[in-house]
C-alpha cells in the first residue's frame, strides 16, 4: 500500500488549495478515504471522510463549508479542495486509508500566511 500526498505550498489567507492523494497497491474503490492534519505542536485532527464510492462525505466542523473532499476511483486518488483558508489551516496534511491496519501518505506541508 502507498499513499503519496501533494499540492500543498503556501498560500495567503482567503486562499485555496486542492491536495490530492495517489494510491496504489490495495483496491482503492473498496474503501473509505480520510484526510488528517497535524498543526505544529499539536495532535493530529481528523479533517474529512469521503465513502467508497463517494456517495458520502463527512467533515470536521472546523473546515465544514470551506473544504471538499472527492475521489475518482478510476484515477486512484482522493482530493482535498481547500478554500478560503485561514492562518489556523496551517498543518502537514496526511492521507489516509484503513485496511487490516492504518496506512499513511508522507504527508503534504499547507502553510497559510500572508
Known amino acids: 500500500v502507498q499513499l503519496v500526498e501533494s499540492g500543498g505550498g503556501l498560500v495567503q489567507p482567503g486562499g485555496s488549495l486542492r491536495l490530492s492523494c495517489a494510491a496504489s497497491?490495495?483496491?482503492?474503490?473498496?474503501?473509505?478515504m480520510r484526510w488528517y492534519r497535524q498543526a505544529p505542536g499539536k495532535e493530529h485532527e481528523w479533517v474529512a471522510t469521503i465513502s467508497s464510492a463517494g456517495g458520502t462525505t463527512n467533515y470536521a466542523d472546523s473546515v465544514k463549508g470551506r473544504f471538499t473532499i472527492s475521489r475518482d476511483n478510476v484515477k486512484n486518488t482522493v482530493y482535498l479542495q481547500m478554500n478560503s483558508l485561514k492562518p489556523e489551516d496551517t498543518a502537514v496534511f496526511y492521507c489516509?486509508?484503513?485496511?487490516?491496519?492504518?496506512?499513511w501518505g508522507q504527508g503534504t506541508q499547507v502553510t497559510v500566511s500572508s
Open positions: 489516509h486509508a484503513r485496511m487490516l491496519r492504518d496506512y
Open positions: 497497491g490495495f483496491t482503492f474503490s473498496n474503501y473509505a
